[in-house]
């Protein structure tokens, strides 16, 4: 046996009926695969990771990872099949009950699904319980199933070379120097917890006990501390249709690939990062989703709690979650796509300087040891003041092969906690970008409604950048008149899109 950390430990009980604690992933495949070598790639390269024959089993109130007696390879790697004609539709009403179906707990929590007959190839869809790891972790093992070429021997595990296995923590490596400041803030907030729902129920009162008991810590202790008084104090996030009672089911849509060259020319435009588009994009299409359903929106911004890695990606390898949270506005309210794009960036770049992450780290690590009945109270609180949860992954640059098979897409989604319904995922994956969204059925019974006006979005500010003159800045004035400009074109006569923002400016 081994004691989970406390972090994992908050990732394992944050799982309720109305929210499952699962990344879902789909993996596109040129071809079926056969479902015996899958497995022996499976025992080869992704147990070669020990954790993945463990189960989390609680005793005396501590959760440990133990191994599994019974492991048995064919519980978790199975067949599946789609009704005809085995269609995007198909798969995406599969891949919405997996993720609304929880793992078995007596069991490793993971498993994969290999589906036989999807647009004339195969897919996989993988399931992993957040308690093992985080997104940026789990992206890399998953590349460890993968090759470059399709000739690999699928029998034999990576070099141990390529798993990047060391002493200590990756939070003890990276964070040396300010690992004790972020344990006195956990320290603190775990103190505070102690005193019971009467803090979680005063907002205002326990940030002034959190002031009080920082006067005689470190600065950067009395930093990460006010960033919890403030998300603490951060008002709930105005009601939409994004927000209300949660059922069971889940529903996922993705897009189809988007060229990120064309993202990029977007960004360089507009003196804006890959980031900053992708997120002003996701931002209009949930603008235009509550319009088209009468929804009054402008002025409103809404928040995502977006995941902060704080690990080196060279130990990304390494399993366990070592990521923050903070809070993104989102402008929802503002109608001008260049405007959005702006406003997104600035917050972006507001939240670069700021302590969130690595105080919602030490209250996640204050949380995991605290009693599970304040747990839900305190995160219930903490998901009132968002929307949405959204994640950004930087992918693999060239393709991949599965077993053999070429890879035609990926996608992947996140769990959601709390009260918050909705959770948005941006990949990136050999030259595309692909952006999904996972939604309550009973606020959002159409994600892929939202999917659609993703890529109009984009679509918009594409053509903001291409119709600009090149020695005039974008702003939001200027873009409103070529956007009416393309508007009163007939749809023969408008711009096609480039591949390249010097060709296309």
């Keep these: 046996m081994e004691a989970m950390s406390k972090v994992d430990t908050a990732w394992l009980r944050m799982e309720r009926s ?3 604690m699962m990344i879902t992933g789909v993996i596109v495949l040129a071809h079926a695969l056969d479902v015996e070598r899958l497995r022996r790639t499976v025992e080869a390269r992704f147990l070669s990771f020990r954790r993945f024959r463990q189960r989390a089993v609680e005793i005396g109130g501590q959760w440990y990872w133990e191994d599994d007696d019974t492991f048995d390879i064919q519980w978790h790697v199975r067949r599946a099949a ?37 647009q004339g190839g195969g897919a996989v869809v993988v399931r992993i319980h957040h308690c093992y790891a985080d997104g940026i972790a789990l992206v890399q093992v998953m590349l460890s199933l993968h090759d470059t070429t399709p000739q690999a021997r699928h029998h034999r595990p990576h070099p141990p070379s390529k798993l990047k296995r060391g002493g200590g923590t990756i939070f003890e490596r990276l964070l040396a120097p300010a690992r004790h400041r972020v344990e006195h803030a956990a320290e603190l907030v775990e103190s505070l917890l102690q005193r019971g729902f009467e803090f979680l129920r005063d907002p205002q009162a ?12 470190s600065h950067e202790a009395v930093e990460i501390l006010r960033e919890l008084v403030r998300a603490l104090c951060l008002a709930d996030d105005p009601p939409t249709r994004f927000k209300g009672r949660l059922g069971v089911f889940k529903r996922v849509a993705w897009c189809d690939p988007l060229p990120l060259e064309e993202v990029k020319a977007v960004g360089h435009a507009l003196g804006a990062t890959v980031n900053d588009v992708l997120m002003a ?10 319009v088209e359903r009468g929804e009054a929106v402008d002025g409103l911004s809404i928040r995502a709690t977006v995941p902060v890695n704080l690990r080196p990606l060279e130990h990304a390898r390494e ?10 506005d989102l402008p929802i309210g503002l109608d001008n796509p260049v405007a959005r794009l702006l406003a997104v960036r600035d917050a972006m770049q507001a939240l670069k300087g700021s302590r969130q992450a690595l105080m919602s780290y030490g ?12 747990q839900r109270p305190a995160l219930e609180l903490l998901s009132r003041k968002a929307t949405t949860v959204a994640t950004n992954v930087p992918g693999p640059r060239e393709p991949l092969y599965l077993c053999g098979a070429p890879v035609r897409e990926m996608m992947f989604w996140v769990p959601q906690t709390g009260s918050i319904g909705m959770g948005i995922s941006i990949l990136s994956y050999a030259g595309s970008v692909y952006f999904g969204l996972i939604a309550d059925s009973r606020l959002v019974p159409d994600p892929e409604r939202v999917i659609e006006r993703f890529r109009q979005q984009l679509e918009q500010l594409l053509m903001v950048a291409m119709l600009h003159p090149q020695d005039q800045t974008i702003t939001p004035e200027s873009s409103v008149r070529l956007l009416r400009t ?8 408008r711009p096609r899109r480039r591949r390249h923002r010097s060709s296309a400016t």
């Design 18 to 20: 109305t929210n499952l």
């Design 82 to 118: 789609l009704p005809s004609p085995g269609a995007k539709a198909d798969l995406q009403e599969y891949v919405s009950n997996l993720a609304s179906t929880p793992l078995d707990h007596s069991k490793p929590l993971w498993q994969f699904h290999l589906i036989e007959n999807y």
């Design 206 to 217: 326990a940030g002034e006990s959190l002031l009080g008991l920082a006067r005689s810590g």
């Design 281 to 290: 994009c996701a931002a209009g299409a949930l603008r235009q989703y509550l």
């Design 319 to 328: 399993l366990g979650n070592h990521f923050g949270l903070v809070f993104l």
């Design 363 to 374: 209250l996640l690590s204050a949380l995991g040891i605290g009693p599970a009945a304040l």
């Design 486 to 493: 393309l508007a009163d074109l007939p749809a023969g006569r």
